[in-house]
């Protein structure tokens, strides 16, 4: 299915950056799940563009929960959300429908769409989109966490600048929960800060890594073949624009371990299975253990920099430049956070409700 | 779906190491499509146990095509490619039945399954479950070759040995077309088999990363929410196991670079857009650029192991040990790369049956 | 999936008769596909109730395309439809919340959803909702005609009054287009209507049987198991509130046939390949073979009725009476003709990209 | 999906009636489910033909469990179940190739599949592939039994000769379980065998209605768009081949009934909510509601008979004449109630594993 994710739970996403409005429809949630609309809020403006850091452009992300929410809880039926887009200026970005954006999706969706799309601001392929996936996952995120089930995300690194790793899970989910910025270094926000500034004042952009955690997922959820956790998750998150490399546990740093390092060993802990590392990132054999489950998303330096580059005119077919106008972002590793959140709590959604039911996230 | 992966072509796993047969039901795929057994062979053998470095389990892998294929031909109707199960020795695994594995999906699966699991040999979740899927590309394989895509993978390094990146990809492709251990470099081999021989004497073992690049796929292909290519591809690498990261283009690294490095600029070359590097791997906003697509895997070390490990028995739920009696491999990366080149058809045969139709592939 | 049809042309349904909005996401439709507004006004007014026959409810369908749309084209990208809820009257049917009508969906839907639906004029169950059905298939109509692909729908009966049968089944269809009262023979219509407000006058309701034919479908299409042309449509007609019956070709009266009476001769006309009948509706084996698609859909008197009907009330459970006050249709057969046209045109436009790939409706 | 049924409970069907093997994989099935092969073998025969009403081909349908059974039970991974072909005697059908069958699949599937198709008895079509569903569903039946849920189909009537209608439909379902000529009536068979025997010497075939209850689902069960229960089994059953039409409860006399006839007034019964009558067959708004869930199917007469027949030649394109000298059936009707069965079983298995979590059938 083009546009949709999920079979039990799913999200069938909609929109284009400068069109009437971006929404989504979030299906398959269990009926009786409370609204928390402070807290679709407080998620929507951790992805909201925000100080010297970000794009200018504006947008307050209100939005309209046209269906499948009575009386302050979903119904079980599907529930539309709309984002009006309000603060559209197309004109800026008018310019760079032929001469395509290197490394944007311009030109590539030009071929796949047949020179129909609309091209203004990036269309359907716009980060804007995103808005919408996070205020679903508003819905999801606390019905998880009523479950026990916690996810949350750091900035592992901007440029080169790191930040620590996670220590204690649970807590440092709890200490990032409303961060706008998120790193559990606090020292670690200020070098980062400087190298995006650095950037946005040559014009040009970087890049970073996300790490994130999910403490209380029961053991035994994903299949071997072909749904596994990792898969079902890569794909949700390389959905998200930016997301170039996805890897769990220790990821690419296992190509250099042994076996005997790499293994997570078994032992009792209080009657509970545990292991005493989590290379494997709480996942064996695409199921999981009951380990916390971590991975980390590459995200990369933002295409859009008002550096001039090389690109070509697609209509005329002619080599040409291009410095972007428009509003951009120099760095969205730590708006993005809050997207990789909101598509990990959707793809979550989806394997619990076909593990153990459609109604088992309202009990 | 559980064991089912694709939307217009798909393939159906199913099977245990050690029960009657493994195999796959291949279905979608365009009628008229000649039926190579040598490939399929050829393929199977590249995926085969061989040599000191790997298990000394031999199954010839005698498939049977039980449906769907007609004088030599697809006939449009699902292909199911049966391979029983012939050289098991149950008896070699019997006493791990309750000491699980580290970093094996035996404790996850018995979670999962309710203790009801085939656990012999790691049941439905062991790699040998992957022949089947060989065994279906090797049907799709050269279907796409006819059409011009040429996928290839080369063990980028195994244990910190590096082999030499992809150069002239169409001809770096061909050159490894038949070789059993596929390497770019042939004095990489060499060094890459030390490695793995040392952690074999030492009862442990070794990863490494393999590399892939598709050449001859068209631009406009892939789904910007919430099929990208990425994230198909994605969802069907990670089934392979001992997949625990996957990267396009300049993936992790991508991460320091700024987006004036990162960004690939387009020019024209003989009438058509091109671009200078390929840090997106092929890819932008999820939709193919016409550029070769290529990623990385990481390959974690084998969990099964000689070397005394620490582990529970599930059933007194006390601590145990575990030494690893049975047949197994030191490092399985030279032989993942053909599971990787399999799965890797099986998704692109989807996508592009998405996008072209049922027909397509046959044309 | 709950609220999505379709594999390659999908249809995600969300909304509440009495809720802020109906809507609908059509994804899947080729890009370059002009938007015909008056085309989708034209068959919203056929489904809209009207003169003394209808509800009095008054909606006027203002529908919003909120994407997928641009500069009178489809781009290739999920195309939004949203129809606000204007004229609602909810305290019409506050009491009825607890006195469940009979053989409408309020009980097994408070079952279903744990008492947390919106109940208010039949929430998400409405047959309001299909206006949102009749507005998507009001873009995929026009571009299946300029396939050649034609489908009408005429009332076959209405509380026993028949009409004659399809005869040159594409003047037929012809002539019906835009006949609010589908009839083929004229004077049925007044005999059908006086049955109709002889029931309404007795606080009853009728229904009858709706025929319906496709033309121009090209042989070779749907999926023998379990795809079969007939399980798809039969599966999106059943969608249709007060659908209980489907039959194709011949259907319920093939019970009584011999095969000698029952198969469709085959012979060659003008070089191509007909059937002297056409018992079988089209389909051999689920596949289409050329001749005109036919099938009957049932639909069942209107639940709703003004007459005082036992029931139970669902809170106290205890026997209660009912007699509806709100709003309702004394029969709905005239309406349902534009939404088995919809739920058609959107089934075939799946089951045609699947065979002949998205971009084959634009083309 | 082509040859798949089902989203959490599914079904892949592959195999050619004159290939190596028919066969299934059954995918979603919970764990812990015991295999009783008596039932699975109670079950094929009562498909399987047999004395003089049927054709003489005989399969024995040995059948093997390839996989996802260990310790007979059912392991919670895919199912393949493979039944070689036996008694395939090809060169009967061999000139039937080009003088395509009317009303068979012949020449459709010749135009889907390019000619490509193994055309021999019916190749992929043919209703020999039911027996692989009747004996997935051999697994689920005794399954749903064990959750209180029991399905029967009873033969409504046969060339026009009438069976009584389900009176107490437990206990007839229980009646005719294990009857091989399902009717409720004993002195309805003599007759119905007569009219069988009388087409038969003809060199004709008759067809005719059957009749389904299903007892015990629970109430709660089905999505109104578009996953209604209705919508899923028509789905189902129009698979089989034969089937052209599907009513639910009083069907397609609901056209000539008004509301007051029609609605199924509520009561309560020892606490429990119950309906009067039954003519929605248990089925509003698409969701169950507690009642007997009761359908029709209409047999089409057995489209392949030995009387000379008008047909085409599909490779000269010349008109030509068709006498069919295989071994074939004058009713099957009979048999078909277990084929009905067998997809009511899957349909349900997937709906409820759906609603209630996959391992809800082991509870």
Redesign the interface.
């Known amino acids: ?5 999920g ?2 739970v ?7 950056s400068h ?5 989504v ?1 979030l ?2 949630v269990a ?2 799940i409370p609204i928390n609309r402070d807290r679709i809020d407080a998620l929507l403006s951790l992805r909201r563009p925000s100080g010297d850091i970000s794009t200018s452009r504006k947008e307050k992300d209100e939005y ?5 929410v ?1 009386e302050g ?8 959300i ?1 984002i009006p887009n309000a603060d559209t200026k197309s004109a800026d970005y008018g310019d760079m429908r032929y001469n ?1 954006r ?8 030009d ?8 091209y203004r601001g ?4 716009s980060g804007r ?1 995103t808005a919408a996936l996070v205020a679903a996952a508003g819905i999801l995120i606390p019905a998880l966490e009523n479950k026990g089930i916690y996810i949350g995300t750091h900035i592992k ?1 901007i ?2 600048v790191e930040d620590r790793h996670f220590s204690d899970i649970a807590a440092d989910i709890a200490s990032i929960k409303d961060k706008y910025f998120a790193v559990l270094d606090e020292s670690a926000e200020e070098k980062m800060t400087e190298k995006i500034l650095l ?1 946005k004042a ?1 014009g ?6 996300l790490s994130t955690a999910i403490v209380g997922l ?11 956790l ?3 998750l ?6 998200v ?1 930016a ?10 740093s ?15 802990e209080n ?1 509970e ?1 545990k ?2 590392t989590n ?3 709480g ?8 380990m916390p489950v971590t991975f ?1 998303c ?8 008002a ?1 001039e ?4 005119n ?1 209509k005329t ?3 040409a430049t291009l410095a972007a106008k428009g509003r951009h972002d120099a760095c969205i590793v730590h708006r993005a956070r809050a997207v990789i959140d909101a598509v990990t709590a959707i793809a979550l959604a989806d394997v619990l409700a ?7 996230l ?1 009990q």
Chains 1, 2, 3, 4 share one sequence.
């Open positions: 299915m083009k546009n949709t994710f079979n039990n799913s999200v069938t996403l909609f929109g284009e069109g009437a409005a971006i929404g429809v299906d398959g009926p009786n309209v929960i046209e269906s499948g009575f809880k979903t119904t079980g039926t599907p529930i539309c709309l395509v290197p490394s944007h999706a311009d030109f590539a969706a071929v796949k769409y047949g020179g129909a799309e609309d990036g269309g359907h392929q989109l690194s440029a080169g950037a040559e040009d952009s970087v890049g970073g890594v029961p053991a035994g959820v994903g299949e071997p073949w072909f749904d596994t990792e898969g079902v890569a794909h949700a998150l390389f959905s624009p997301v170039k490399g996805v890897e769990f546990g220790a990821g690419f296992l190509a250099t371990m042994k076996g005997s390092e790499a293994n997570d060993a078994f032992y009792m009657g299975i292991t005493k290379s494997a990132g996942i064996n054999g695409g199921i999981t253990n009951g980390n590459v995200i990369r330096p933002t295409p859009t920099i550096k580059q090389e690109t070509v697609i077919r002619e080599n076909t593990r153990f039911g459609t109604d088992w309202a």
